[in-house]
């Protein structure tokens, strides 16, 4: 029994049936009766593990195939009828090759298996920045996910209506995940994602980053909006006011972190709070009075494990205490709840692993191996929170008045830096780049390009992507954001990192919500305006962020600043324009600026 009129949806459905060819369909209305079913149909066939129901109310546990723990970049393709319209960014294919080649992987596909057909809203129900998906798959763990990562169910096609042919078509199949046979393919022209062969979260929640990245990125582009890679936070400070900031940072860049921040003692006492309102992604539109909103187009986190503490993100770990469906963690078989490397320092001795060996779980992990895979997730809703944002669900969404970039730099960038204007801060996003740490394959220290931290996520050619930056810049005119860019992570010469971080970053966004309201001034300097000394507070962290220390954080040296210019001129030319990238010019003219700046 379908859950809409709307002819679009069910001339889709049907064609995606004709196709894939299941014994039955089932279309998700998000009841708790239809739900509560598929959990214990999932638990019953051994798909989910029902967790310790005291300790962990709600949750459940899910192992993926060892060949199939994160999202496969050279297996996801955006296909365009004109090659240049995907960029150098992305893998492209001719849509009709691409039809043809996965037409006859999904060819009866289904067979022996449910097709569920999920509807869902990509924002709060009713929201004008809300977009309609419906995604069709055999997994009841993409159905359990997707209701806690969107507003699953009938009500989402309240926003679809009975006529609208604006809803996003998702089809996945796990087939029998074959990672030979993978795709993970979007059409943007034609609103529509194909997934085969996988199972694992970032390539089978099709909202996820197929659908609120990349698609959404190609509709903002045609709509007047942006769809980015940012978490949104909103700092209260003690007179009651709230300020929103968005935030671009590559991973391992302490995104989660900062979307969480709780603010340190001195801070609190003041009456300053912070509020989450997305860890992730960033859907911004310019509002009625000229200046630009933001919402969270989904209703959960699908956040990292390994690393996730008490210490480093207490409100994260909060999030995962019920209604959470963790992946790839381990299992301890003495009380039946989860761990993972980082959680506390005692691994379970009684354990299971990722992949489901039983171990020693302290022999296993001192022999240099880990009970949880480095990519392992838990699922939680929003709701879970505890700073979650009285704004969250808000359909109008929230005024943004500063965007900060960042990345993972030891010497180069200052801690805080904000653009002289919005092009200048299109610059700098264009410019977001990481150095490599020992964690990720290959030498440390390399310098990793990550344009807006969006580069796997673009869903058209980057040089359009950095022109409807600009243009929104236009748009917006003196209502846009400021732009600034932070680095947590400059380094002495012993290889230390010399600014705290965590909590202590509330120092900085405290800088930043003051120069977006003028009250305190700033040094210009050739790549932009510098905090003036005493202008960051650093009570209670004087003897760790002494002045000297504050000079080298602040330090332009110009040696390395011409380094970086002549890198970026390099990346600019041959990653980007000698691949098919139309680079505006108005990003090569502040290239020339910041060079004049620096040997003025």
Not at 415 to 433: E, M, P, R
């Amino acid at each position: 029994m379908s859950l809409t009129k709307n002819p679009n949806v069910l001339k889709w459905v049907d064609e995606m049936i004709a196709l894939c060819q299941p014994d039955q369909v089932v279309w998700i209305d998000g009841s708790a009766e239809q739900l509560d079913a598929l959990r214990k149909e999932a638990i019953g066939t051994g798909e989910m593990i029902e967790l310790n129901q005291e300790k962990l109310p709600g949750c459940l546990y899910h192992r993926t195939n060892p060949n199939d723990v994160a999202r496969v970049e050279d297996r996801t393709f955006i296909c365009t009828r004109n090659k240049e319209d995907a960029g150098p960014t992305n893998n492209w294919c001719d849509p009709q090759e691409m039809y043809a080649k996965l037409g006859k992987l999904y060819n009866g596909v289904m067979k022996g298996r449910t097709m569920y057909v999920i509807p869902y809203s990509m924002g709060p129900i009713g929201s004008p920045l809300a977009k309609v998906g419906v995604e069709v798959t055999d997994s009841i763990y993409v159905v359990l996910n997707m209701n806690i990562m969107t507003r699953m169910g009938a009500d989402a096609f309240k926003n679809l209506g009975d006529e609208s042919n604006d809803f996003v078509r998702g089809l996945h199949s796990k087939a029998d995940v074959n990672p030979d046979e993978r795709y993970i393919v979007q059409f943007p022209e034609d609103n529509t994602i194909w997934s085969i062969n996988s199972a694992y979260g970032g390539n089978v929640l099709l909202g996820k980053k197929c659908f609120a990245l990349r698609i959404a990125s190609f509709q903002g582009k045609n709509e007047g909006w942006m769809a980015e890679h940012m978490l949104i936070l909103g700092v209260k400070k003690p007179n009651g006011e709230v300020k929103y900031i968005t935030a671009a940072f590559p991973s391992a860049c302490g995104k989660t972190n900062l979307a969480m921040l709780i603010p340190p003692e001195g801070y609190k006492k003041d009456g300053y709070e912070v509020f989450t309102v997305g860890d992730d992604i960033a859907w911004m539109k310019p509002g009625e009075d000229g200046r630009l909103y933001a919402i969270n187009p989904e209703n959960g986190f699908f956040g990292v494990a390994p690393g996730t503490n008490e210490k480093s993100n207490p409100n994260a770990l909060h999030c995962a205490m019920k209604d959470t469906i963790f992946t790839n963690v381990a299992i301890n078989n003495d009380d039946n709840t989860v761990w993972w490397e980082k959680l506390d320092k005692n691994p379970p001795v009684n354990a299971t692993e990722w992949k489901g060996a039983k171990v020693n779980g302290v022999e296993y992990t001192a022999a240099g191996n880990t009970l949880a895979h480095p990519n392992s997730r838990f699922t939680a809703p929003a709701v879970n929170c505890p700073c979650i944002s009285p704004e969250f669900n808000n359909p109008a969404g929230v005024p943004i008045s500063a965007i900060i970039f960042g990345g993972r730099r030891a010497s180069t960038t200052p801690l805080v830096y904000q653009s002289f204007d919005w092009t200048h801060g299109t610059y700098i996003g264009s410019a977001v780049s990481s150095e490599t740490t020992a964690a990720a394959t290959g030498a440390v220290g390399v310098l990793r390009h990550d344009p807006m931290a969006m580069k796997p996520f673009i869903g058209y050619n980057v040089g359009d992507y950095w022109a409807h930056w600009l243009e929104m810049g236009e748009k917006l005119g003196d209502k846009a954001p400021k732009i600034f860019n932070v680095n947590w992570f400059k380094q002495n010469e012993n290889g230390n990192f010399i600014w705290p971080g965590f909590g202590d970053n509330m120092r900085v966004l405290d800088w930043i919500i003051k120069r977006c309201e003028g009250t305190v001034d700033a040094d210009e300097t050739a790549i932009g305006y510098l905090p003036k000394k005493g202008d960051i507070n650093l009570k209670g962290i004087e003897d760790e962020v002494t002045p000297e220390v504050m000079d080298k954080l602040l330090a332009v040296d110009k040696d390395l600043w011409t380094k970086e210019i002549a890198e970026m001129r390099r990346y600019y030319n041959d990653d980007i324009a000698a691949k098919g990238g139309k680079i505006p010019q108005a990003l090569y003219d502040e290239l020339d600026k910041i060079e004049a700046n620096l040997n003025k």
